[in-house]
């Protein structure tokens, strides 16, 4: 029978190792990441191992958050920005029936978990219907990279993008990669600027990003790369990316309204796929939508589907109700914010939107 149990430390220090066993793995999975969420403060981290006949057969990465009498499991909750992470298992030997059941049970005589969410797109839908789960689906961007032919990737990009990487090289902007904390002072405030134009508010602190910063250099994952106008002018647009398991992922990216004219976004992501291209990367998930985001000849993925489950149907209710008041106050707090800085003129869409919030 399919067991379940938390690893132990040996399992825990070779933890990656373990989750790089099996073919569904990505960053979201590892150390790093879950590190990043728990110094976010969004919950107690759970390592969970699935075990058939001794042998290891999946991983289980996620958060247990307490709201009051309510326990959750994140694998992961919304608004952490976090593309999935779900489990990672051998399809083989491990039916989407028999682990959901194993995890269900286990996280509410252990932990007394009422609610539980789980994303990926390695589940069967019928089986997760039958033990309880509903289905949202999450959209995102995604492109494919050719390692061995990086002419193919950039003539996969639209027209308009690839003009404006030539642009951008002619006008001599600097793109630099950089590893000093200072850049999230500077990330940071480009991305209010860019959330506010559009009248709203950014829908996490600086924190977030500097742990991030911190979190990824330290595992060498990261990747944060700005635009500098030459002649040692000023810094015009930044981005965080993560490079692992051959795939680039998009975190966060903004620019400075002043300078849009300058196109920057789109030299500054050739420079990053070029550099994820000579880590071997063969996929680019841009995190969420945007149609921006079609210049880099990402098309939609649909994928991958968030799983919830709850043991009180009022969860469910609270959860809906508790998201519609939050985007209600982002939205709000975000217009002032924009009459602040930019007094009260129409907004602006994001179209340089960071990553979804997933």
């Not at 924190?207 to 990824?216: A, G, I, N, Y």
């Not at 043991?311 to 602040?340: D, F, I, S, Y």
């Amino acid at each position: 029978m399919l067991a379940i149990r938390e690893a132990s430390p040996l399992e825990l220090a070779g933890w990656d190792e373990l989750v790089q066993r099996f073919d569904n793995h990505r960053i979201v999975h590892t150390r790093a990441w879950i590190n990043w969420l728990e110094a976010c403060g969004h919950g107690r981290p759970l390592y969970l191992i699935l075990e058939l006949d001794r042998q290891v057969v999946g991983c289980v990465p996620g958060l247990v958050v307490r709201l009051g009498f309510v326990r959750l499991f994140g694998s992961p909750l919304p608004g952490w920005q976090t593309p999935s992470m779900g489990p990672v298992f051998d399809r083989r030997r491990v039916t989407t029936q028999e682990l959901a059941t194993s995890l269900i049970v286990f996280l509410e005589r252990r932990y007394g978990v009422q609610h539980i969410e789980l994303m990926g797109n390695d589940f069967e839908a019928e089986a997760m219907a039958r033990l309880g789960f509903a289905g949202e689906q999450v959209p995102t961007f995604r492109a494919q990279l050719f390692p061995d032919d990086p002419a193919r990737v950039l003539k996969g990009f639209k027209e308009s993008a690839r003009r404006n990487v030539r642009r951008g090289e002619k006008l001599g902007l600097v793109v630099r990669f950089d590893h000093d904390e200072r850049f999230v002072d500077e990330h940071y405030s480009q991305l209010r600027e860019v959330f506010v134009r559009g009248g709203n508010s950014v829908p996490f602190g600086k924190r977030r990003v500097l742990e991030f910063f911190r979190h990824m250099r330290a595992a060498d994952r990261l990747v944060a790369v700005s635009v500098w106008l030459p002649s040692d002018g000023p810094c015009i647009a930044s981005g965080m990316f993560t490079v692992a398991a051959r795939e680039l992922l998009l975190w966060s990216w903004s620019h400075r309204t002043k300078y849009r004219w300058y196109r920057p976004t789109e030299l500054m992501t050739w420079r990053v796929i070029q550099h994820a291209l000579g880590a071997g990367c063969d996929t680019f998930d841009l995190m969420g939508l945007g149609d921006f985001k079609r210049k880099f000849g990402a098309a939609v993925d649909l994928s991958k589907t968030r799983w919830v489950r709850s043991r009180h149907k009022w969860l469910n209710v609270a959860r809906g109700v508790a998201a519609k008041t939050h985007r209600l106050q982002q939205l709000v707090r975000g217009h002032v914010a924009r009459v602040m800085m930019f007094g009260f003129g129409p907004a602006s869409p994001i179209h340089l939107d960071t990553a979804s919030g997933e």
